[in-house]
């Protein structure tokens, strides 16, 4: 079946460091979208990319989408403690008309 | 702001018992989720729902059932609740099937005993 991995799945980074993850799907995605989600939280939205290649910007963070649309990564300049949490890749799948979520990646960031 | 609400943030149930997990949107969506969370595999989809009475397999329904009587509400019910099924349970919605963000609610977590 369809599956969507994320690298790594824990990171651990001092203060004013970056950061990134990788989303990588075993399939093409018609679309990719982030979430993050606080600890004790829920997940959040944080954005969808739909264009082969599209790369969006949020203040510190950057989301790429491959060229190939399977796969897609999310970085963050300079770190904060408030970027602490987990962040999730989901991958809309053509063909079976589903999102997928990825298997998250936790972020502690010590100040 | 849409608001996605879970009748329990906690739940201790014993095996066998049947469990109900309520989960209520206020945004008019017409698409809801059930998924279950638990460390190392991200968020597994249960059972989703389009419409009102509804309702499609997700990846893992086995030991899960759903009712959705009404738009705003999904439920979803452990028929026989076992030891695995000890885990995070979160409902979401959409607007509709398709390229839409996805709201959660803050989740349930169960323990079976």
């Known amino acids: 079946g369809q599956q969507v991995m994320q690298i790594p799945q824990y990171q651990h980074v001092q203060e004013g460091e970056d950061f990134t993850t990788y989303c990588n799907s075993s399939t093409t995605l018609s679309n990719i979208q982030w979430y993050k989600q606080r600890p004790g939280g829920h997940p959040v939205f944080l954005i969808q990319l739909v264009k082969s290649g599209e790369v969006k910007k949020q203040k510190r963070l950057t989301f790429q989408f491959g060229e190939a649309k399977k796969n897609s990564s999310l970085h963050i300049t300079a770190t904060q403690t408030t970027d602490v949490g987990t962040y999730f890749c989901?991958?809309?799948?053509?063909?079976?008309?589903?999102?997928?979520f990825g298997t998250g990646t936790r972020l502690q960031v010590f100040p | 702001d849409v608001k996605v609400t879970q009748s329990s943030r906690y739940l201790v149930k014993r095996t066998g018992e049947k469990v109900f997990l309520e989960c209520v949107q206020d945004m008019d969506h017409e698409n809801m989720f059930w998924y279950r969370q638990d460390p190392g595999l991200g968020l597994r989809l249960i059972y989703f729902s389009y419409d009102v009475k509804m309702k499609e397999k997700g990846d893992i329904p086995e030991g899960y059932s759903v009712s959705r009587e009404k738009k705003e509400r999904f439920s979803l019910i452990l028929e026989s609740a076992s030891t695995n099924q000890t885990s995070m349970y979160l409902c979401?919605?959409?607007?509709?099937?398709?390229?839409?963000?996805?709201?959660f609610g803050p989740g349930t977590r169960l323990t079976v005993t």
């Open positions: 989901a991958g809309f799948h053509y063909n079976t008309d589903k999102l997928i």
């Open positions: 979401a919605s959409s607007v509709r099937w398709g390229l839409y963000e996805q709201y």
